[in-house]
């Protein structure tokens, strides 16, 4: 055989698959050769060749000891947590720790749950169960399937929602608790590659630290091409009442390019604005897109009436 | 020989390999622990115990704990100039190379320096920093928990004869920090599979939490600036206590409160509870990241002086089955680590059959945009090289364009755990030209290569025109250039730094006005004569008197403190 066919067994100085004792005295005898800090190159070799190697012995010679349980090896790639069965929770020790689970756990039911979020949340989050390793991952499944029940996925294609009912404050202890935030290995094996639950928890975060000041950021901003649009609208009416009218005014132009303006900023705005129901602001700039059109025909007919006359 | 330093949150300590094993030097008061605080006391700087006592008694005059705002902007007021954590990390490390010179009368140069394992590269520069500064060359930065499983498994050998491999798990709980690691140990290599931590869990948080209690149950308010240097004092002291026993009497002076009650160690532990639960979590991470069970483990190693505590003992017991080693003083272990990476990198012949393989902490990945609900958005985080890979590796990805007829790619990367890019750290971004290509989208193929002194290199390769770019990440913003550096160093020649004999003296002054502030009525007395004699002394600038005086203070002041908590 060649040494490629050989590998990873080649790479480690071994003529083919051994146990899992001689294959780390192989390996530790190539790797006492190799300088680290300078033979990049060999040492990554290397350690892809035992990393292979060590799947392989995995799953070679099963020790009496070790084969009569599933023990996670290397070779078993993360998977999402299994949906959970509702009819059979593992139960814990106690007979008080037992009553306490199934009580929150039937209060962590979907349909349950989506009621009143806030209350069971924060029944969960301060549940002494949650400090039992055995019954936590049990709780996170419960409480992904909750979570992943109440986020509203808009049918147009809009940015995931959790409801207003979903307390902001319940998603920081959510996150100590289960890292879904801070830690995209645990936000992935509870939710899987569905990030609709992530954007939805994050922007709920974000409006919560958004107040009226940043909404009026936004305002200013799409407001500020409108109100320059009203100001030049009416020097242009002044213009065209006081001034020969066989001459285009400056104006005309000007109230063209702002009436345009003005429907990109209220489109750029507007939904935000409504999504956080800022009503006030939101009429405003509806007004002025409203306008808006009004401006661009007032602009087109006086250049045809200049061109006419 | 080869120098190692653990610059830690409340305490650093130097040590030495030499003759086949790592050893640590004493300092100028001949203790191993030097704390890591710096204070204003007339004019001049003083580091270490002096520094300590001051900070205890006259908060406003000393910086402690910066450790935790390493890589920050956070400065010290200290009299009339402010200091980062920096130029105060750089102070510690000064005092530790003067006290390993002085003791060993060789010159302190090459030095390895322990971090946090969840350090980032901003802190892990600011350390660098703070090295070079202190006119020490930084050869490597260890991950404390890798440095005591260095220590740590230097002796260790398998104890069953089936096993040819040890795993264990070093449980760190320092001053400031807990850090978990999963070592396996095997022929002479020590390899590290996972580590994870927390930044913010320590024995600090339990002291806090004590002095809380203490406040509480004798009617004082636990914010009053006047009162919080003397309770922490005496939840300091209470706290170590209740390590060895079961109840305390607490009897002291606090300004004009009477303070006298007594605690046991289960009120401590219902106080402290929350903080124990935090373990919890790095714990479970460390194990998951490895592939292994609590049963999986042989050996449970406890490190850093907070693990001591009975609740940190029996929660780490409990959550993986088995009773800890006992082996090294647990305040001692990453300085003594340190020194053998020190060996180790310089290829020390000592230690010609060890190799030690270290894992990132960290992962390192790249923003993208994801299809959610149908929408594309941007802002995810694509790993490349996961936390606790082995280092030095190289992973590559394949990207694509987003849209057709696309003319760049803008690579943003960044390094952290979060699913957003916005919680991670950014690294630093490349653009990438793609040919205009209106028929299919551009795809890229992008590679990672991480090595062991934290050198991150991104590599991109357009896929249909092999046109390549090719990125360093090693200057990034907030490292010093070595002009600012140099800066720096000059900065701290001008410093006003109290002499290693003096500060000796400022610590006795110091803590009798502290020991006279807490006494009562009678002890007061007494202490009011000590004290004269001792200015006597001073003034009389007889070195041998001064320092028989002084050994006799010590002696005399450890007793006085242990009667205030009994």
């Given at each position: 055989m060649s040494p490629e066919q050989d590998w990873p067994w080649s790479a480690l100085g071994l003529d083919g698959p051994v146990d899992g004792k001689t294959l780390r005295r192989a390996y530790a005898r190539r790797l006492k050769g190799i300088n680290q800090a300078t033979e990049t190159e060999s040492f990554m070799a290397l350690r892809a060749a035992y990393e292979m190697a060590q799947r392989h012995v995995a799953d070679v010679p099963p020790p009496a000891a070790s084969s009569e349980q599933d023990a996670p090896g290397a070779d078993v790639p993360p998977q999402p947590l299994p949906l959970p069965l509702q009819a059979a929770p593992p139960l814990p020790e106690s007979a008080p720790t037992a009553l306490g689970f199934a009580a929150l756990a039937n209060r962590l039911a979907p349909d349950h749950f989506a009621q009143n979020p806030a209350e069971v949340l924060e029944e969960l989050l301060h549940s002494p169960l949650l400090l039992n390793p055995k019954v936590k991952p049990v709780l996170q499944v419960l409480a992904r399937d909750a979570v992943r029940h109440v986020t509203l996925c808009p049918a147009d294609g809009g940015m995931p929602r959790l409801p207003?009912?979903?307390?902001?404050?319940?998603?920081?202890?959510?996150?100590?608790?289960?890292?879904?935030?801070?830690?995209?290995?645990?936000?992935?094996?509870?939710?899987?590659?569905?990030m609709s639950a992530l954007m939805a928890m994050t922007e709920r975060l974000r409006d919560q630290g958004s107040s009226t000041e940043s909404d009026l950021r936004l305002v200013l901003q799409a407001a500020l091409p409108p109100l320059l649009f009203v100001i030049v609208f009416c020097a242009t009416l002044l213009d065209l009442a006081f001034r020969a009218p066989d001459s285009i005014p400056i104006g005309v132009f000007l109230a063209l390019i702002m009436g345009y303006c003005t429907q990109q900023a209220a489109r750029s705005a507007l939904p935000s604005l409504m999504t956080r129901h800022a009503w006030p602001w939101a009429t405003v700039l509806l007004l002025a897109r409203s306008l808006a059109p009004a401006a661009l025909l007032w602009g087109l007919a006086a250049i045809l009436h200049a061109a006419l006359i | 020989m080869h120098f190692g330093i653990d610059l830690g949150t409340t305490?650093?300590?130097?040590?030495?390999?030499?003759?086949?094993?790592?050893?640590?030097?004493?300092?100028?008061?001949?203790?191993?622990?030097?704390?890591s605080v710096v204070a204003l006391r007339d004019g001049h700087l003083v580091v270490g115990e002096a520094a300590r006592e001051i900070a205890l008694s006259d908060p406003g005059q000393a910086a402690a704990c910066f450790k935790r705002s390493m890589g920050t902007a956070k400065a010290y007021q200290l009299g009339e100039t402010r200091y980062d954590s920096v130029e105060l990390s750089a102070?510690?490390?000064?005092?530790?190379?003067?006290?390993?010179?002085?003791h060993l009368g060789a010159?302190?140069?090459?030095?390895?320096?322990?971090?946090?394992?969840?350090?980032?590269?901003?802190?892990?520069?600011?350390?660098?920093?703070?090295?070079?500064?202190?006119?020490?060359?930084?050869?490597?930065?260890?991950?404390?928990p890798t440095a005591a499983a260095l220590a740590y498994g230097l002796h260790e050998t398998p104890d069953d004869e089936d096993e040819d491999s040890t795993l264990a798990l070093i449980f760190d709980l320092g001053g400031g920090t807990?850090?978990?690691?999963?070592?396996?140990?095997?022929?002479?290599?020590?390899?590290?599979?996972?580590?994870?931590?927390?930044?913010?869990?320590?024995?600090?948080?339990?002291?806090?939490?004590?002095?809380?209690?203490?406040?509480?149950?004798?009617?004082?308010?636990?914010?009053?600036?006047?009162?919080?240097?003397?309770?922490?004092?005496?939840?300091?002291?209470?706290?170590r206590q209740l390590s060895t026993k079961a109840e305390v009497q607490i009897a002291a002076q606090l300004g004009a409160h009477e303070i006298d009650l007594s605690l046991t160690r289960s009120r401590f532990e219902e106080v402290t509870a929350r903080l124990v639960q935090r373990m919890a979590l790095p714990l479970d991470r460390a194990l998951s990241d490895a592939g292994l069970q609590p049963e999986d483990i042989h050996r449970l190693v406890l490190v850093g002086g907070a693990s001591r505590m009975p609740a940190a003992r029996a929660f780490a017991a409990k959550r993986l089955r088995q009773l800890p080693v006992i082996g090294v003083n647990p305040d001692h272990v990453v300085a003594l680590g340190t020194a053998v990476q020190a060996a180790l990198v310089a290829r020390d012949a000592a230690l010609d059959d060890v190799v030690m393989t270290d894992v990132s902490a960290f992962t390192l990945g790249v923003e993208t945009i994801n299809l959610v609900n149908g929408t594309p958005r941007k802002g995810f985080y694509l790993p490349l090289i996961e936390r606790n890979t082995v280092i030095p590796a190289s992973r590559e990805k394949h990207l694509q364009a987003v849209e057709l007829g696309q003319t760049k790619i803008v690579i943003k990367i960044y390094q952290g755990e979060a699913p957003r890019v916005e919680s991670n750290l950014k690294l630093g971004e490349m653009e990438i030209v793609l040919p205009h290509n209106t028929e299919a989208q551009e795809i890229i193929s992008l590679r990672f290569t991480y090595d062991i002194s934290g050198l991150l290199e991104v590599d991109a390769k357009v896929l249909s025109s092999g046109t390549e770019t090719q990125i360093l990440i090693q200057d990034l913003a907030g490292k010093m250039s070595d002009a600012e550096c140099e800066t720096a160093r000059q900065r701290m020649q001008s410093m006003k730094i109290s002499p290693r004999q003096t500060a000796e003296n400022i610590y006795i002054s110091t803590r009798l006005d502290a020991a006279w502030a807490m006494a009562r009525a009678m002890q007061r007395e007494q202490l009011t004569e000590v004290i004269l004699e001792w200015e006597g002394a001073l003034e009389r600038q007889d070195p041998e008197e001064i320092r028989v005086m002084r050994q006799n203070l010590h002696w005399l002041m450890d007793r006085l403190e242990d009667t205030h908590v009994t």
């Open positions: 207003a009912s979903f307390p902001a404050q319940a998603i920081l202890g959510l996150d100590t608790q289960f890292g879904w935030l801070s830690d995209q290995y645990a936000y992935e094996a509870a939710f899987g590659p569905d | 305490h650093s300590l130097i040590a030495v390999f030499r003759d086949g094993k790592p050893d640590l030097i004493p300092n100028a008061l001949g203790s191993f622990m030097t704390p102070l510690v490390l000064r005092r530790l190379k003067q006290d390993a010179e002085a010159e302190v140069r090459e030095v390895v320096i322990s971090v946090p394992a969840y350090f980032n590269e901003l802190q892990r520069r600011a350390v660098r920093d703070a090295g070079q500064i202190a006119g020490l060359e930084v050869l490597r930065l260890i991950n404390e807990f850090d978990v690691s999963i070592v396996e140990i095997f022929e002479g290599v020590i390899e590290v599979k996972a580590s994870a931590g927390d930044a913010f869990l320590g024995g600090e948080d339990f002291t806090e939490a004590l002095s809380r209690i203490i406040a509480l149950e004798s009617g004082v308010s636990a914010e009053d600036m006047a009162l919080r240097p003397g309770l922490l004092r005496l939840a300091e002291q209470a706290k």
